[in-house]
């Protein structure tokens, strides 16, 4: 599966931005789909997960504030971020994985396909 996220850019603090991840193959959408993050100097961390049935996840520092949602016609995965901060500054990335069990599911390492990250300014 291929992987293709768009919808970063440059918001004030308590802005809101849509990313979006378009997975192309037959099979997308009985794919796990996730979002990580990468700030500079850091490494990459989990945001947000939607399973291939719906089940969703997401890390403490956004529950509340971003949601992810897949799109099984169209084979696209979305993170709505709300109430940014300028702790939420990184490179985004979209990921996708059959088969994750719940544990590794927040690792980076246990997903095979990422796409390439796109870049969330948030300014104070």
């Known amino acids: 599966v291929q992987l293709q996220a768009s919808g970063g850019g440059l918001v004030q603090a308590g802005g809101s931005l849509r990313l979006s991840c378009a997975a192309s193959?037959?099979?997308?959408?009985?794919?796990?789909m996730g979002w990580f993050r990468q700030a500079p100097g850091k490494e990459r961390e989990f945001v947000a997960a939607?399973?291939?049935?719906?089940?969703?996840y997401y890390s403490d520092s956004v529950k509340g504030r971003f949601t992810v949602s897949r799109d099984n016609v169209k084979n696209t995965v979305a993170l709505q971020m709300n109430s940014l901060k300028p702790e939420d500054t990184a490179v985004y990335y979209c990921?996708?994985?059959?088969?994750?069990?719940?544990?590794?599911?927040?690792?980076?390492?246990?997903?095979?396909?990422w796409g390439q990250g796109t870049l969330v300014t948030v300014s104070s």
């Open positions: 939607v399973r291939s049935g719906g089940l969703v």
């Open positions: 990921a996708a994985d059959r088969s994750l069990i719940t544990t590794t599911l927040r690792d980076a390492r246990a997903w095979d396909y």
């Open positions: 193959g037959r099979t997308a959408r009985s794919y796990d």
